[in-house]
């Protein structure tokens, strides 16, 4: 009688145990679950934030700006073109996921060291300085020429070479080539790889028409961005 109470016994306990074991198991699978999914979803989380913070910040620069108009030809302004370029050339590379900030959105007087100073603060990746060239002497002249300063460690004449080269095959312009120049100061002085890109004569009767009208503004800007894109994928 007393054995088989304690065969009962023992039964019991292991059919307890058991269940409690088999229930104990199952929590903690759930739990593990949880944790998971929690670790999954911050893990995607975390990602996305990273992939907006890692998403190349650039600058452009619009040339000129409130009193200073730039060049001028038939009563349009340099300033006017640069800042029109520059506005679509930000929404596109917005488009592409870039971040973007812009020396000046309107028709605002900026000192060059306030350019070089913007884009330095932010800690942008890449400068881009938008202007029109002009020679009136000879109206014929025409063309792409992209300025760079090559007192600096950030490989800004490979920089301009790509621009330049996207640039003039996007439009089909006349190539006038790269061209090192120490004296301007928004190339000189910030300290990312900068360009200063003059997309075209407007003292040209047929270029001021081309760079005003947007499908070769679109033109541009594709040459600009493809230009980007290599420099950075390089
Ligand atoms: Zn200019």
Redesign the pocket.
């Known amino acids: 009688m007393k054995r088989k109470l304690k065969r009962k016994f023992y039964f019991s306990f292991f059919i307890i145990s058991m269940t409690l074991l088999l229930s104990g198991f199952k929590v903690y699978q759930q739990q593990l679950q949880i944790v998971k999914n929690n670790s999954i979803a911050f893990e995607s989380q975390k990602e996305k934030s990273v992939d907006i913070l890692e998403q190349p910040l650039i600058v452009i620069d619009p040339?000129?700006g409130g009193i200073d108009s730039?060049?001028e030809n038939e009563g349009i302004l340099?300033?006017d073109i640069?800042l029109e370029i520059s506005l679509k050339l930000k929404q596109a590379l917005l488009d592409k996921g870039y971040r973007v900030l812009m020396t000046r959105s309107d028709d605002t007087a900026l000192e060059l060291r306030e350019r070089s100073d913007f884009a330095n603060e932010a800690e942008a990746d890449l400068f881009i300085s938008l202007?029109?060239?002009?020679y009136s002497q000879d109206t014929s002249v025409s063309g792409i020429e992209v300025y760079y300063n090559d007192d600096k460690t950030t490989n800004d004449e490979r920089f301009a070479q790509l621009i330049q080269q996207a640039l003039v095959d996007s439009t089909g312009a006349r190539d006038r080539g790269i061209r090192e120049q120490d004296s301007l100061v928004v190339t000189r002085e910030t300290t990312m790889p900068a360009v200063?890109v003059?997309t075209a004569f407007i003292s040209n009767p047929q270029e001021l028409s081309l760079i005003t009208s947007s499908s070769y503004q679109n033109e541009v800007i594709d040459g600009i961005i493809s230009g980007i894109e290599q420099f950075l994928n390089q």
């Open positions: 040339g000129h730039g060049s340099e300033k640069n202007h029109q060239n002009c200063l003059e």
